[in-house]
């Protein structure tokens, strides 16, 4: 094994050391906050017990890790190199002829793959408990109805309708919403039925419709045709794709998502007349952490890694923390022209993490002289 190599593994196990105490040091601080205020609002809740507190908060704090990831990488790796710098480490390695680019590959890997398991492994646990969390904290300590009473007592969806035309659709409006042990029921119900160029085939009113196995089932249906007097059909079916989970989560949050289940859902989504930017915005977001990691490692390096003789440390790792939080504000911002529509959902998802990667791969060719 070469000198590189072993230098390059040695970093990188000084690296991944550092990134994960302080991913879980970070963790833990901000866990901590996150129950203190759970705790807060469970004083006036009888049903809120301590228990169910701490429950919720240990089923909130993979995503927490998830959020916090990019800084954890950001602060392990100042803290990594600027050990490794002051112990002379690096700078005897760089006067023997080895690169910064040669022992700066192996932390950049494991940075990718770091992301790589958080995206498709810890990602999926974490939406899932925080699907949990969520509904616990809207059973015990919210006062709301839920995630559809967010639409103000209303609902309109986007669906296919094969019955009368192949490629048709049928929009469903309803003005009364409820939502209980699972089942969804509407009433006061509107069906528009259309052909694949918008041309209305039939219209359908309800008194009430509930979604079971696939299909709804109005009560009290009358259909209404061009060129027909209306008919009273009584009681008829709609098939459909939707669920009750896939309406409910629909209007919850994108976290809630595994990211493997995301692509099927934003289509599912589109078909069905909601709004899917912030959906393909988190997953787009999702994918980019893998770089947005190694982004992170290589800006801890370029701002970590000059010799102390020359001075100005403490000055060198505070730009470099204040560089990450700079790049975290930008994203922020994306991620807000993402949602509006402004930008595209890719672009805002990866555009901070491709700035980033450009800052920090300049300034380590100007600490390595070109």
Same mark, same amino acid.
């Given at each position: ?6 230098l390059s593994l ?63 990488? +950001? %602060?392990? *790796?100042? =803290? !990594? ?6 112990? @002379?480490?690096?700078?005897? $390695? #760089? /006067? ?15 940075? +990718? %793959?770091? *992301?790589? =398991? !958080? ?6 646990? @974490?939406?899932?408990?925080? $699907? #949990? /969390? ?15 009473? +967010?639409?103000? *007592? ?125 959906h393909r915005l ?10 947005l990691s190694a ?76």
């Amino acid at each position: 094994m070469t000198i590189a190599a072993t230098l390059s593994l040695y970093v990188a196990r000084q690296f991944n050391a550092a990134v994960l105490a302080m991913l879980a040091a970070l963790a833990g601080l901000v866990s901590l906050f996150d129950f203190i205020e759970l705790l807060r609002r469970s004083a006036t809740k009888p049903n809120a017990t301590f228990g169910l507190v701490m429950q919720i908060a240990a089923l909130r704090l993979p995503y927490i890790a998830m959020q916090i990831l990019p800084f954890a990488v +950001l %602060l392990g *790796g100042i =803290i !990594a190199f600027w050990r490794l710098t002051r112990s @002379s480490e690096l700078i005897v $390695a #760089r /006067a023997a002829g080895v690169s910064a680019w040669q022992f700066l590959a192996a932390p950049v890997a494991c940075a +990718l %793959l770091i *992301g790589a =398991i !958080a995206t498709g492994i810890v990602s999926p646990l @974490s939406s899932a408990m925080l $699907a #949990r /969390a969520e509904a616990l904290d809207s059973t015990y300590l919210r006062t709301g109805g839920g995630p559809l009473a +967010l639409t103000g *007592g209303q609902l309109w969806l986007r669906q296919a309708d094969h019955g009368l035309d192949p490629a048709g659709v049928a929009i469903l409006h309803a003005r009364g919403v409820n939502l209980a042990d699972g089942k969804l029921t509407v009433s006061d119900v509107s069906i528009f039925r259309l052909s694949a160029d918008d041309r209305e085939l039939s219209r359908v009113e309800a008194r009430d419709a509930r979604l079971i196995r696939g299909e709804w089932v109005l009560e009290g249906a009358r259909t209404m045709s061009p060129g027909h007097l209306p008919e009273d059909i009584g009681t008829m079916t709609l098939p459909t794709d939707l669920t009750v989970n896939r309406v409910q989560e629909s209007f919850a949050s994108p976290d809630t998502l595994s990211v493997w289940a995301l692509p099927d859902f934003i289509s599912l989504l589109e078909r069905s007349g909601f709004s899917a930017i912030r959906h393909r915005l988190h997953f787009q977001t999702l994918l980019a952490l893998p770089l947005l990691s190694a982004t992170m490692t290589l800006v801890s390096a370029g701002f970590s890694m000059r010799a102390t003789r020359r001075g100005g440390v403490a000055q060198m790792i505070g730009s470099g923390v204040a560089a990450g939080f700079m790049l975290f504000v930008v994203s922020k911002v994306a991620e807000e022209f993402g949602q509006s529509g402004t930008l595209p959902a890719m672009l805002a998802a990866w555009a901070p993490a491709l700035a980033g990667l450009m800052l920090a791969v300049s300034l380590l060719l100007h600490l390595e002289d070109g």
